[in-house]
C-alpha cells in the first residue's frame, strides 16, 4: 500500500517538494505547546474517567469552588486524558500533531492547483495559523471546521452533519463557528431557491443535535454571553489586529492576497459552494480583526477559498521521472533535522512550576494567591492546593475576573489581598504585582526563571 502511494516510478520534482513540505509541517505540528490550559484539561478529564461522572462544578479553585462550572469540552479532556494515560506526554503532542497535519492536508486535497503554489499558499495560511496551535481543544474545532466545510462542498455527507454536529457539541463550544457556517450555506441556498428544504432541516436538525449536552440549551446561552466579556479586555488572543504589532502581520498579508486574487482574477462565485466560501471567509476576516482568537478560522477558510480561485487554472505537472537517490537523502536528511530539531526542543523544556515552587505553595500555612497563567500548571501538578484562579475563566463570576486582571495589571495588590486574607503569593517574575510585593517587603520564599513565591512579612 505505501508503494502504491509513494509511486517511485512517477516521482516528479513536485512530489518531491510536497514530501519536502509534508515533513517541515509534521515537525513543526510536533513541537505545539503546552500551555496552562493543558494541565486542568488533563486533570478534569482524570476526575471524570475515576469519578465516572462529567464534572460541572469547580472542584479546583479556593474562590469558587462547588459553583457550577459550564464545562462544555468534557469529551475531549477525556480523551485526553486517556491518550496521556496510555503514551504520557509524547502520545498526547503525537495525536495533536497529527490532527493539525491533517486539518492541512484536508485542505491540500479541496482542489487539484499546481502543487508549487499549493505550497505557497498553504505556507501564508499556516504562517498565521502556527499562533493558535496548543495542546486544548481548539485544535480539535480547527480540525472539525474544516471537515464540516468539506461536508458541505459534498452532498452526500450533508444529511451527517447532524450526528457530527452532536459530537461537536460535546467537544468544544467552538461547535458554534460550525452552526454559523451551516446557517450561511442555508441562507445561500434559500436565496439562489434550490435545497431549501434540506437546508432547512438540516439547519434545525443540527441546532436540536447541540442540544444533547450535559447543559442542553444553556450551553447556548453561556457560549453567547460569553462572547461579551470585559475581561477580554485582558487576555491577549482575544485582542484586535493592530497594524502595531509583528504578530499581525501575517493575517493582514492573508487578506491581501486574498483581495488581490479576487481582483486580478475577477473571480465570480457561480456555485452555491463558492458563494458560501466567499461569504464565509469575509464574515471570518472581519471577525479575526476583531479578534485574534478568531484568525485560526479565516486562515483556513483564506487558503480554501484561494485553491478554489486557482482551481480552474490548467497547469502542466512536472515530468515524471524515476526516484533519484539524492532526493531520497533529502528526504532522509529532512526528516532526521525534523526529528532532531523537535527531540532537542522536547529534551529542553522544563515544567514552569520547579519542584521548591510546588513545595513553597504546598507549605504555605494561609490562602494561596496565584496569577491568572499559572493556575492550570498548579491545578495539575498540585491538585491538594486549590488554586485561586485559573485560565479556565468559564468559571468564574466577571466581577472576580476583572478585578483579578486589573490587580495583575496594576499591581495594586493590596484590596484584592486583604479582601481574601492572602498568604502567599505565586505570580511572575518582574510583574507589577511581584515589584509591589517586594517594595512592601514580602520574603520572596524561592523563585527559578518563570515564577516567585511571596510570603507575607
Known amino acids: 500500500m505505501i508503494k502504491a502511494w509513494f509511486k517511485p516510478q512517477e516521482w516528479s520534482f513536485d512530489r518531491f517538494l510536497l514530501w519536502i513540505s509534508g515533513?517541515?509541517?509534521?515537525?513543526?505540528?510536533?513541537?505545539?505547546?503546552?500551555?496552562?490550559?493543558?494541565?486542568?484539561?488533563?486533570?478534569?478529564?482524570?476526575?471524570?474517567?475515576?469519578?465516572?461522572?462529567?464534572?460541572?462544578?469547580?472542584?479546583?479553585?479556593?474562590?469558587?469552588?462547588?459553583?457550577?462550572?459550564p464545562n462544555h469540552e468534557w469529551l475531549t479532556q477525556t480523551i485526553m486524558y486517556i491518550v496521556y494515560a496510555i503514551g504520557s506526554y509524547p502520545l498526547l503532542v503525537a495525536v495533536f500533531a497529527s490532527i493539525i497535519f491533517c486539518t492541512w492536508y484536508l485542505i491540500y486535497r479541496s482542489e487539484k492547483i499546481n502543487p508549487k503554489l499549493a505550497i505557497l499558499l498553504l505556507t501564508l495560511g499556516i504562517v498565521d495559523n502556527v499562533k493558535g496551535w496548543s495542546i486544548r481543544p481548539q485544535i480539535i474545532t480547527i480540525f472539525l471546521f474544516v471537515l464540516l466545510i468539506?461536508?458541505?462542498?459534498?452532498?452526500?455527507?450533508?444529511?451527517?452533519?447532524?450526528?457530527?454536529?452532536?459530537?461537536?457539541?460535546?467537544?468544544?463550544?467552538?461547535?458554534?463557528?460550525?452552526?454559523?457556517?451551516?446557517?450561511?450555506?442555508?441562507?445561500v441556498n434559500i436565496v439562489q431557491r434550490q435545497d431549501v428544504v434540506r437546508w432547512l432541516a438540516i439547519s434545525a436538525l443540527s441546532f436540536l443535535a447541540s442540544l444533547c449536552n450535559p447543559h442542553g440549551y444553556e450551553l447556548w446561552l453561556f457560549t453567547l454571553n460569553s462572547l461579551d466579556s470585559s475581561t477580554y479586555a485582558y487576555i491577549e488572543e482575544w485582542q484586535p489586529q493592530r497594524f502595531t504589532s509583528l504578530a499581525s502581520y501575517p493575517y493582514f498579508l492573508l487578506v491581501l492576497v486574498v483581495g488581490l486574487t479576487w481582483y486580478r482574477r475577477r473571480y465570480k462565485p457561480s456555485t452555491n459552494y463558492e458563494w458560501f466560501l466567499a461569504l464565509a471567509t469575509i464574515l471570518f476576516g472581519f471577525m479575526a480583526f476583531r479578534s485574534v482568537r478568531q484568525n485560526v478560522f479565516f486562515d483556513v477558510l483564506a487558503v480554501l477559498l484561494l485553491f478554489k480561485m486557482f482551481a480552474a487554472t490548467p497547469y502542466k505537472p512536472s515530468k515524471t521521472s524515476a526516484f533519484e537517490p539524492m532526493q531520497g537523502v533529502i528526504l532522509g536528511l529532512t526528516a532526521i533535522i525534523a526529528i532532531s530539531l523537535v527531540t532537542f526542543s522536547w529534551i529542553q523544556r522544563t515544567p514552569l512550576l520547579s519542584q521548591s515552587i510546588l513545595d513553597s505553595i504546598k507549605n504555605c500555612s494561609g490562602n494561596i494567591y496565584n496569577s491568572y497563567n499559572s493556575g492550570g500548571d498548579l491545578i495539575w501538578y498540585l491538585p491538594e492546593r486549590p488554586v485561586f484562579i485559573d485560565n479556565r475563566f468559564d468559571p468564574y463570576p466577571r466581577d472576580f475576573m476583572n478585578s483579578n486582571m486589573q490587580t495583575e495589571d496594576n499591581g495594586v495588590y493590596k484590596?484584592?489581598?486583604?479582601?481574601?486574607?492572602?498568604?502567599?503569593?505565586?505570580?511572575?517574575?518582574?510583574?507589577?504585582?511581584?515589584?509591589?510585593?517586594?517594595?512592601?517587603?514580602?520574603?520572596?520564599?524561592s523563585q527559578n526563571q518563570t515564577y516567585q513565591v511571596f510570603s507575607r512579612p
Not at 33 to 44: C, I, K, N, V
Open 150 to 187: 468539506l461536508m458541505i462542498q459534498q452532498r452526500k455527507y450533508h444529511w451527517w452533519i447532524i450526528p457530527f454536529m452532536l459530537v461537536w457539541a460535546n467537544l468544544h463550544a467552538g461547535f458554534v463557528v460550525g452552526m454559523v457556517l451551516i446557517g450561511i450555506i442555508t441562507t
Open 23 to 69: 515533513l517541515m509541517l509534521l515537525g513543526m505540528a510536533l513541537l505545539v505547546p503546552l500551555q496552562s490550559d493543558t494541565w486542568w484539561l488533563l486533570r478534569t478529564g482524570q476526575d471524570i474517567v475515576q469519578q465516572r461522572t462529567i464534572i460541572t462544578t469547580d472542584l479546583y479553585s479556593w474562590t469558587n469552588q462547588g459553583n457550577f462550572w
Open 415 to 445: 484590596p484584592l489581598f486583604d479582601q481574601y486574607q492572602i498568604k502567599c503569593a505565586l505570580v511572575e517574575i518582574d510583574s507589577p504585582i511581584a515589584k509591589n510585593l517586594q517594595t512592601d517587603n514580602w520574603q520572596i520564599v
